[in-house]
């Protein structure tokens, strides 16, 4: 046997021993991360309540008690609902705590509106606005702020590239700054960032480390995405993962915010669109986002309630 193959057979074998310690130690820290289960064991995840859901239930002190009795691990407060707070001379340092009181955490904030304009002029305009929700987002004690790029427009206009690099700006100054991180959504009435492969471009493209999208399963849907593109994605490039259903009718086309449902109660395979999030390793929020009208006439502890109690059933029957 040649000096060559036995040089080859140490480093195979000793590669090979290499390669078991790395698979032991990940799934190690696998198991370890599997330990963590909210919701009395039923979830991998935690589970937070859009506000948006309980709407009608007036200042936001009101909407943290709702979601905190009726059992929710985290809870997404809207920024006007915080501006709102503070202009009547509430210090949201305060809100914090009262979440915190609760067992909350904030995932999210929504939102950072018209984050990205199309032209430098109105970005460096944008930015006074841009601080303010930053700066509240990171009172309240948010980790990251949903990145909304309003208004509409034809996506043959938006410049894609300048759009990376400001989100890569805007990345630099939430996290540096504010120690708060900018998460870009894609909405079904945003024809420039309505679909998964969209945002996603924007995020990859900026090359930033902890750039990250959110995806929503209603505008994953209306939006024409689909489902499958969570199966080509790492889950530490999902901030949050907004929860919802909706009925058969009306068709995809004609789908508003409205005619969202509880989970479960509608056409969506949950089920197996919660198994892939799993497979993806993501870690974050599940948070349960709804603007049912009829829902908003009903009692809202009963509503947040049956939301957390239909939210964590399909993730049970998911089996993750």
Do not use: C
């Amino acid at each position: 046997m040649n000096k060559n193959s036995i040089s080859r057979r140490k480093f195979l074998t000793g590669s090979s021993a290499a390669a078991a310690g790395v698979v032991l130690s990940g799934a190690s820290t696998f198991v370890k991360e599997e330990s963590a289960r909210y919701q009395n064991g039923r979830s991998p995840w935690p589970v937070s309540l859009d506000t948006s859901t309980i709407r009608p239930a007036g200042e936001i002190t009101e909407k943290i008690r709702i979601a905190g009795e009726a059992g929710y691990d985290g809870i997404e407060p809207w920024e006007g609902e915080l501006n709102e707070y503070e202009e009547a001379g509430g210090d949201i340092r305060d809100l914090r705590r009262r979440i915190e009181d609760y067992g909350m955490k904030v995932p999210n904030v929504v939102a950072l509106w018209n984050a990205i304009p199309p032209t430098q002029k109105e970005w460096e305009e944008r930015e006074e606005d841009h601080r303010h929700r930053f700066r509240m987002a990171s009172e309240v004690g948010a980790k990251y702020i949903q990145t909304v790029l309003t208004p509409a427009r034809p996506w043959q206009e938006y410049d894609l590239n300048f759009a990376a690099d400001k989100f890569h700006e805007l990345l630099e100054m939430g996290i540096n700054d504010y120690d708060v991180i900018p998460a870009l959504n894609f909405l079904q009435f945003l024809p420039h960032n309505q679909r998964i492969g969209q945002a996603s471009a924007i995020a990859l493209n900026a090359d930033h480390p902890e750039a990250k999208i959110i995806p929503d399963t209603f505008h994953m849907y209306a939006g024409g995405s689909g489902f499958n593109g969570l199966k080509h994605i790492r889950g530490s490039f999902i901030a949050i993962f907004q929860i919802n259903d909706v009925p058969s009718d009306p068709p995809r086309e004609e789908l508003e915010d409205e005619h969202r449902v509880y989970p479960g109660d509608g056409i969506f395979p949950l089920a197996d669109i919660l198994r892939d999030l799993k497979n993806t390793g993501f870690n974050e929020f599940v948070s349960l986002q709804l603007f049912n009208p009829q829902y908003w006439e009903q009692d809202l502890l009963e509503v947040a309630k049956t939301g957390l109690e239909k939210t964590v059933a399909v993730i049970e029957e998911a089996g993750v």
